[in-house]
């Protein structure tokens, strides 16, 4: 196991794994502008010509009522704008919130002075919760990682209404609706134009399927002729493909057919969902507590962690207790694929000496222990193998 060489705190090493906290609200923010922009650029075009036709008619001698009646319709208009921007300045209100929040979050590491100091160990606690609470919610448990979360008081350190909606969306797919998925969409079209992802089209294309699953082939053909037509460049392959469906019924062994009426394609679309999603709010598609305990595990595993004679509990040979985490019968299993860590110092023994095994340890401990266990003299046992040699067949060990 690494051996801890200095408790020094390194808070860019830290925020490697911190970058979603801050990328989240500021894409939110972003979205928001984006829907912003849209509604004022919109509603500023309908007004304003309203205004010029309403006025040119006035001019004209148009009936006072109707110009009132005019006059009342864009009122209305610029109402419902008004309340359109003031639900998404609270919402805007909440993330900046957040993100004051989240940014004292990681201030705080760089105020503390070291690995060993108490503020670290609050400071990582709070962090393990975060990745409880994602993991949580990215498993399917929203309510739990709610009350995990509320608990902890760490509400402004999680995204909990971000990940509650994508699991909304994606049991929604795997239920076989597609409503709810096509109107994410539609909200994030602006962002989605500047990502090659197929989403909606792979949404209407499963429509297409539906159609055809029931025969509905005129609906289906208008359907295609409405959607597909706009996505020939992109998409032709796939168009092609498709229409093929319209002369194969849905119990075809025939591939690529087969698989496109296949139920699991529902599950597919919600996975691409998901991987859309995360993609566009640049969250990782991995739980953060699978990244930082991979991480942790590398760090700590060694060549040794996984050999034949590793000193641990599940070595009945062994006359030592490994305290090497990786060596534990709860993590030895899932460090094994992972890659060791670099390590660009050795650590060895005063008066090292190797055994006829090859392995190497201290002169004097390993004496003391062979004394200690009751040993003949002239005669050493290795404390992770068991076996037992003549301390004739010691070598010294010289390093160069």
């Known amino acids: 196991m690494a051996e801890l060489t200095s408790t020094k705190l390194n808070p860019e090493s830290h925020l490697l794994l911190e970058q979603p906290l801050l990328r989240l ?3 939110i923010a972003r979205k ?27 001019l004209a001698g148009q009936d006072p009522a109707k110009t009132l009646n005019a006059l009342d319709g864009m009122i209305s208009r610029m109402q419902g704008l ?17 993100s004051r929040k989240r940014i004292q979050h990681l201030q705080d590491l760089y105020e503390i002075p070291g690995l060993t100091d108490v ?8 962090r393990l919760n975060r990745l409880l609470v994602d993991y949580l919610l990215r498993s399917g448990y929203s309510e739990t990682a709610r009350a995990l979360a509320k608990e902890k008081c760490i509400e402004d ?46 949404l209407r294309l499963q429509q297409y399927i539906e159609l055809l699953r029931e025969r509905r082939v005129i609906e289906a053909k208008q359907h295609a002729q409405k959607y597909f037509s706009q996505q020939i460049d992109t998409h032709l392959p796939e168009i092609y493909r498709a229409s093929g469906l319209l002369a194969v019924p849905p119990d075809t062994q025939a591939e690529p057919y087969k698989t496109m009426y296949s139920s699991r394609r529902w599950d597919d679309l919600a996975n691409l969902f998901v991987k859309t999603d995360h993609e566009l709010f640049s969250l990782p598609t991995q739980p953060l507590l699978h990244i930082a305990l991979s991480a942790g595990l590398s760090a700590l595993k ?12 599940s070595n009945a040979s062994s006359s030592t207790t490994s305290v090497c985490p990786i060596c534990s019968t709860e993590l030895n299993e899932l460090a094994r694929n992972l890659p060791y860590a670099n390590h ?6 005063n008066d090292p000496i190797v055994l006829p095994n090859g392995r190497i340890y201290g002169r004097e401990r390993l004496l003391q222990l062979s004394a200690k266990i009751g040993l003949e003299e002239g005669q050493v046992r290795d404390p992770t193998t068991g076996d037992i040699f003549n301390a004739s067949e010691i070598l010294k060990v010289y390093i160069s």
């Not at 008004?82 to 909440?94: I, P």
């Not at 060694?302 to 509990?313: I, L």
């Not at 660009?344 to 023994?349: A, D, L, P, Q």
């Open 25 to 27: 609200p500021y894409e």
């Open 32 to 58: 928001n502008f984006k829907i912003v922009q849209k509604n004022v650029e919109r509603d500023r075009e309908v007004v304003l010509s309203s205004l010029k036709a309403t006025a040119t008619a006035s």
């Open 82 to 98: 008004k309340r359109k921007m003031e639900g998404l300045h609270e919402e805007e209100k909440v993330i900046h919130q957040q």
């Open 119 to 126: 503020k670290y160990d609050e400071w990582s606690r709070i």
């Open 157 to 202: 350190l999680v995204d909990l209404d971000v990940f509650v909606q994508c699991h909304k969306i994606a049991e929604s797919l795997r239920r076989g609706d597609t409503a709810a998925g096509l109107a994410w969409c539609l909200e994030h079209k602006p962002l989605m134009r500047k990502t090659s992802n197929n989403l909606e089209f792979e």
């Open 302 to 313: 060694t060549p040794s962690c996984h050999s034949a004679y590793t000193s641990s509990s």
């Open 344 to 349: 660009t110092k050795s650590y060895v023994e």
